[in-house]
């Protein structure tokens, strides 16, 4: 069974450009969570989506940001009009369910530099 | 509200050394607390849980124990192998929610033969 996948590892955008992370779950995980690991910070959560719905995006920044999980296809974190402050390295981690009895598994995080 | 702080690392240790990294945690109520671990290259994984006061949560010959009285859940070993090289990171469920994960900064181990 294959991991959590995440496209691209590595992503380099200019100040301005927007950026799309992807995200695809473990087989059978219907729950997404998408976290942030800024430079010597620990990882903070932004946001949790089940298919085609947004349950709690407490964590995302109030703009530029957007994340969406279709019914079909990866989960998507979009960030517009990157700034450096957005460099950071961005996490996906799926469940089989989201009420916290099962473990969240981790991609390998996108690792995002804006020049 | 809810954080975790743990040691800071880096932590370089020689072949079956022993190892503690710390962790201590500020929490409303008493939360599930968690050790991750991230390998070069690859996600976090669940290394050990634990899910009230006193439990000790153990893999892979890793231990940390749930202490209420001290707010802490260290992380130890008895004697480390290369292959735990790796970054460590300790969480725990916040903001009222039991998905919701906050972590440490993570600590780096590296283990040298």
């Known amino acids: 069974n294959a991991g959590v996948m995440q496209n691209p590892r590595h992503l380099v955008r200019r100040r301005g450009q927007e950026a799309r992370l992807r995200c695809s779950p473990m087989k059978g995980h219907s729950h997404v969570y998408w976290y942030r690991q800024l430079p010597e910070e620990g990882l903070k959560f932004m946001v949790y989506?089940?298919?085609?719905?947004?349950i709690d995006e407490s964590g995302m920044p109030k703009e530029r940001f957007s994340a969406e999980f279709p019914k079909e296809g990866p989960s998507i974190l979009r960030i517009q009009q990157v700034v450096r402050g957005d460099s950071a390295a961005y996490f996906c981690?799926?469940?089989?369910w989201g009420d916290g009895s099962y473990e969240q598994y981790f991609g390998p995080g996108t690792r995002l530099t804006v020049t | 509200g809810d954080s975790v702080t743990q040691m800071e690392g880096p932590v370089t240790l020689s072949e079956e050394a022993c190892l503690t990294i710390?962790?201590?945690?500020?929490?409303?109520?008493?939360?599930?607390l968690f050790w991750y671990v991230q390998y070069p290259g690859e996600g976090l994984q669940l290394l050990l849980k634990?899910?009230?006061?006193?439990d000790k949560g153990s893999n892979k010959g890793f231990e940390a124990t749930y202490r209420k009285e001290t707010t802490s859940f260290h992380l130890e070993k008895g004697s480390v192998q290369v292959s735990d090289s790796a970054v460590y990171f300790c969480a725990l469920p916040s903001g009222g929610s039991n998905y919701k994960l906050t972590f440490g900064k993570g600590t780096l181990l590296t283990v040298n033969p």
């Open positions: 981690a799926s469940s089989p």
């Open positions: 634990a899910t009230k006061a006193d």
């Open positions: 710390n962790c201590t945690y500020t929490a409303t109520g008493y939360p599930s």
């Open positions: 989506l089940q298919k085609e719905n947004i």
